[in-house]
């Protein structure tokens, strides 16, 4: 574990070189652990793959004591809940109709489009990290047979709710935006509103299953085509 | 409720507080005013709480109609500001009354300017705070710039205690900055030859500026990274993509991202920073974490004691 200066206020601690599951669940620990120690004196708190960002509030302290504190509560994980988060499952209709690059992914594994969609619901993804957008989950790993990489010119329009794949990671769009990742349904889940509380489904460190639902499923859910 | 009218909203005038923190864990990013310091001096000149919402005037082009009677201070940059077609002068609380008209014309030195009112602007926080982020539809009226017939609220009230910032006490704008930068993230991985050319050159601030992030264009400077995880971004980082052309995080930026980074520029520079026109010069200038801190200290203090002049 490595502590660095990211900025005026701010300690960058790396956990890693690679992500992995066990990395997630230290920074998780980490994360609560900071919550716990140094609470009034923390502005906001960056978990990503394998490294947090710990932004601090100069007024209440300094960075000679926040990384003597940083230190301390990095060194007494072990005791920490570092359990592996909620187990959130999101409905998926997953058809050419909502995901287009279906086809292209399964030509170039050598699969069905039927292979394709059991194998990105069989695995049990972690989120990594949340940003790009409010409420973009990145979600690890997809299992290497379906892996594929950004499309060569990105959408200008990906609808909210379109389920994506981009290299090992995928992720649920939570608003209409451009994007590059390859679609392969579509999610009738809110993953960001605003007007809710909570606002978002997941959280970081949370396991995430992908559940085939039917066109109309989709539709009554609230989804739209 | 009334407050005021927006006949025209300029360029990109944005409603704002100091800006949203404690949410990126949601991915929202931290918003707020680009310059503090002026922001800060407009709150400070009416009595406002510190946090109190004001309205950002990028580059200028607005005109409001007051609905009711307040005080009011325009800091930042400097812009013909008129009252019912009078000139007017910036730093100094003022009054407006219903019925009048207040117009900010464009910045001739600088290009952010705030608008201060007593008590101010009366907006609902979202994720506490009123910043509005474009990008994420969230803050300000409706999540978006202000638009024409769109209605400032706030509860008005006049001060009797009108203060003005002594000339010599004000920022000065020009079209050059130098930028004190706190060496960090993945510094070590650009070597001394590349550290050398970042620090001892100077860079032309791009047209391609926003609020998420300053394009600088001059000596290319490279690492020697290769990939990298996505990681959290925090205010002033200094990216350096693979074309090696620094850019300067700002307010609205993503809060992580994959591309390394030599370090972060001190949020009093990033004002200075975010005040320049395109084509201004900048240099960088590496400092320690503890000058960063006395910087900051003595900032604050000067700031506190400052005495603002009767008028």
């Known amino acids: 574990m490595k502590i660095e200066i990211a900025g005026q206020n701010s300690f960058i601690v790396y956990f890693a070189e690679q992500t992995s599951a066990a990395v997630s669940a230290q920074i998780q620990a980490a994360v609560a652990n900071i919550i716990a120690t140094m609470g009034d004196s923390i502005i906001d708190l960056v978990p990503s793959y394998a490294s947090l960002l710990v932004i601090f509030d100069l007024d209440r302290s300094d960075h000679f004591a926040i990384r003597k504190q940083l230190r301390a509560a990095l060194n007494n994980l072990d005791g920490v809940d570092s359990s592996a988060g909620e187990l959130v499952t999101l409905p998926v209709y997953y058809s050419v109709e909502a995901g287009p690059d279906l086809e292209i992914i399964a030509e170039r594994a050598g699969l069905s489009i039927e292979q394709v969609i059991e194998i990105h619901q069989q695995q049990e993804y972690r989120v990594y990290a949340i940003g790009f957008a409010p409420g973009f989950a990145y979600l690890g790993e997809v299992d290497e047979r379906i892996a594929a990489p950004r499309l060569a010119t990105p959408r200008q329009k990906v609808p909210r709710g379109a389920v994506a794949i981009a290299d090992r990671q995928t992720a649920v769009y939570p608003a209409v935006s451009p994007g590059g990742w390859n679609l392969i349904g579509l999610c009738p889940t809110r993953m960001f509103d605003p007007d809710r509380t909570p606002s978002m489904p997941v959280a970081v460190g949370d396991r995430i299953r992908f559940e085939a639902i039917s066109r109309d499923e989709f539709l009554a859910q609230g989804g739209e085509l | ?311």
């Open chain 2, 1 to 311: 409720m009334s407050g005021f009218l927006v006949q025209q909203p300029g360029l990109l005038s944005l409603l704002l507080d100091r800006g949203r923190y404690g949410a990126h864990n949601l991915g929202l990013t931290t918003g707020g005013p680009l310059d503090f310091v002026a922001f800060d001096w407009a709150n400070r000149l009416l009595g406002n709480d510190a946090n109190a919402t004001c309205l950002e005037i990028s580059f200028g082009g607005l005109a409001l109609d007051a609905e009711i009677d307040c005080s009011f201070v325009i800091t930042g940059a400097e812009a013909p500001c008129k009252l019912n077609g009078d000139a007017i002068p910036q730093w100094q609380t003022l009054d407006i009354q219903a019925g009048d008209r207040l117009e900010i014309g464009f910045a001739t030195y600088g290009t952010r300017a705030y608008l201060a009112v007593k008590g101010g602007f009366d907006i609902a926080p979202s994720f506490g705070s009123t910043a509005t982020v474009v990008r994420e539809k969230i803050g300000g009226l409706h999540g978006d710039k202000l638009q024409a017939g769109d209605r400032l609220p706030c509860s008005g009230g006049t001060t009797t205690d009108k203060r003005r910032l002594a000339a010599g006490d004000r920022p000065h704008y020009g079209d050059f900055a130098r930028l004190r930068v706190v060496p960090g993230y993945q510094q070590s991985a650009f070597d001394p030859t590349q550290q050398w050319r970042f620090y001892n050159s100077e860079y032309s601030l791009t047209e391609r500026c926003d609020r998420m992030g300053f394009r600088l264009e001059g000596e290319t400077v490279h690492s020697n990274m290769v990939g990298m995880l996505s990681e959290g971004i925090c205010h002033g980082a200094i990216q350096i993509p693979a074309d090696g052309q620094p850019i300067v995080l700002m307010n609205d930026r993503q809060t992580i991202g994959g591309y390394p980074k030599i370090g972060s520029v001190i949020p009093l520079d990033t004002s200075k920073l975010a005040q320049l026109t395109a084509g201004s010069k900048l240099r960088f200038e590496a400092i320690s974490i503890e000058q960063a801190h006395n910087i900051h200290c003595l900032e604050q203090a000067r700031f506190q004691r400052c005495s603002l002049q009767a008028c």
